[in-house]
C-alpha cells in the first residue's frame, strides 16, 4: 500500500512506528533497571545518574516523534493519538526517573518487600505496554494489542490494591512522621507508574478501534 | 432534523445525550453519598466497597462513550469537546471514591465540621454540572447551561475559601504529624472535586459557544 | 498579507497576539512581585490579596483568548495550539498564585536563600517566555523565539537541580516535621512553575516547527 511504481506515498509512516517502539523499549529497559535496583536495594548517586540517562534517552526519541509529527503530512493514526502516545509513554520514564531521583534525594538506599512488589508490576506493565505498541504496525496484529492492554488494565488495578495495602501498612507501622512521609511518596510514585502505562492503553485501545 | 422521512441521518446523537446524563447523575450519587457519609461520620471498609461499586458505574458509562466516539462519524458536539465533558465527569466520581477509599487506608472513620462542609459544597457543584449537562440537549435551553456552570464556578471559588480556612485550623490545632498529613490529604482531594467540576463547566461552555 | 484592498480577511488575528502578549506580561508582572516578596521575606494577608488580583486579571484575558477562540473562523496558529497556549501561560500564573496563597494559610512569613534562588529562576523564566510569546507574531522573529525556549528548557533543568539540593538540606536539616511538609510544599510548587513554563515553550516550538 506505501509503495507503487518506486514511489513512496506515505515514506514516513515506518518511522513512526521504529521510534515508538524505541520509545516503548527505553521504558522497558527503565523498568528493568528498577526491578535490579529494587531487587538489590542498591539506590544510589550512581544508580540514580545511570537512571537518568535512560531518562534524557527518553526525552530524546519524544522529541524526535513531535518533530516528525509537525513535519509530516500524512501520519499512520490520528495526528493526537500520535501526540499522546509519545508523550505518555515518555512519561512512564520520567516517573520510574522521579522514583529513584527522589530516593537519591532522600538518601534512601534500603529497599523493600513493598518496593520489590510495585517494580514487578510495572516491570510486567512496561513490557505489556511495550508489546502493545510493537502490535500496532500490523493491521493483523491489532488484536493482540488490545489483549496486551487488558494485561495493562489489570496490572493497575492490581496495582491500587497494593498501594492501599502498603499505605495501611506504613501508616500503622508506628514509624517517625518523616519516615512515612518519604516511603509514602515513593509507593504513590510507583502505583502512578501503573496508572501512566494505562493511560498508554487507553490511546492504543482509541488508535486500535478507529482502525476497525 | 435528526429525522428527515423516517430516514435518520444522526441516528446515534440521542445516544451521547443518555450517555452524558446517566454518567452526570452518577457523579451525582456519588456526591450525594459522600454527603451521607460525611454526616454520619460512617466512613468504613463496607461504604468503601459501596463508593467503589459507583465509581466502576462510572468508569463503564465512560468507556461506553469513548466506544462510540470512536466508532460514530457524525456527533452532536466536536468530538474533543465530548471526549473531554466524559473524561472529566469521570473524573469528578474517581475523585470522590479517592478520599473514601484513602480515608479507608487511612482508618479515618470520624468526620469533621470541616468534612461536612465540603461534602455540602460538593452535592450542591455535582447538581448544578448535572442540571449543566442536562441542558445540552435542547438547544433552546443551552443558556441555562450557563447559568449552571457559573453557580459550579461560584462553588469553586467557595470551597477554595473552605479550604484556605480549613488548612490554617488544621495546621494551628498543635495536632500530631500524622494526624495533619492524613486530613491535609482529604481536604485537597475534596477542593479537587470543586476543580474537576469547574473543568466540567469550562468544557460545557465551550460547546454552547460554538453552537452559538 | 491580512489587508487587500482595504478588506481584511482575517481580522482578528492581531487580537489573539495583543491577548498573549498580555497573558505573557502579566505572568511577567506575579513573578517579578513574586521575587520582590521572596527578596524581603513580605509575604502576608495583603501581599497574598495583591497576588491574587494579578491571578484573576490572567483569568480574565484567558478567559477573552477562549471566547475569541470558539467565536473566530480563521485562527493565526492551530486552535488545539492557541488553547494549550493561553492554559498554560494561565497555568504559570496560577502556580505562582498558589504559592504566595499557601504562604498565607500556614502563616509563613520569612523566606530563605533556597526561595530567592527559586524566585530569580522563575523571573528569569517568565520573562524568556514572554519574549517567545511576543516573537510569534513576526515570522522573521520565529528562530528567536526558538532561541529563548532553549533558555526555558535550560532554567527548568536548572530548577531541578536546585529542588533536589533543596530537599536533600530540607529533610536534612532536623527541623520538626511541619516544618518540613510546609517547606517541601512550597519548593515543590516552585519548581512546578518552571515545569510549567517548559509547557508553554513546548506549545512555542510546536506552532513555530509548524509556520516553517
Not at 513531535?66 to 515518555?90: M, S, V, Y
Not at 527522589?102 to 520489590?116: N, P
Amino acid at each position: 500500500m506505501e509503495h507503487f511504481m518506486g514511489f513512496s506515498l506515505l515514506p514516513k509512516q515506518g518511522d513512526f512506528f521504529e521510534s515508538f517502539n524505541n520509545l516503548a523499549n527505553t521504558a522497558v529497559l527503565a523498568a528493568d533497571y528498577f526491578k535490579t535496583l529494587a531487587s538489590n536495594g542498591s539506590f544510589n548517586v550512581t544508580t540514580a545518574a545511570a537512571m537518568h540517562d535512560i531518562e534524557h534517552k527518553g526525552d530524546e526519541i519524544t522529541h524526535l516523534i513531535f518533530k516528525k509529527l509537525n513535519t509530516t503530512f500524512i501520519t499512520p493514526f490520528d495526528r493526537e493519538d500520535i501526540h499522546n502516545l509519545a508523550n505518555k509513554l515518555d512519561s512512564v520514564i520520567d516517573m520510574i526517573n522521579a522514583i529513584t531521583n527522589r530516593m537519591k534525594v532522600y538518601k534512601m538506599s534500603e529497599t523493600s518487600s513493598e518496593l520489590k512488589q510495585f517494580a514487578e508490576l510495572i516491570h510486567k506493565s512496561a513490557t505489556a505496554t511495550a508489546l502493545a505498541v510493537a502490535s500496532l504496525e500490523n493491521t493483523k496484529k491489532m488484536h493482540a494489542a488490545l489483549e496486551y492492554c487488558i494485561e495493562v488494565n489489570r496490572l493497575e488495578n492490581e496495582g491500587d490494591i497494593v498501594r492501599d495495602t502498603t499505605l495501611s501498612t506504613l501508616f500503622d507501622s508506628g514509624k517517625d512522621p518523616i519516615y512515612i512521609l518519604k516511603w509514602k511518596e515513593i509507593y504513590e510514585l510507583s502505583e502512578t507508574v501503573l496508572d501512566i502505562c494505562e493511560d498508554v492503553a487507553n490511546v492504543i485501545e482509541s488508535i486500535v478501534v478507529k482502525q476497525a
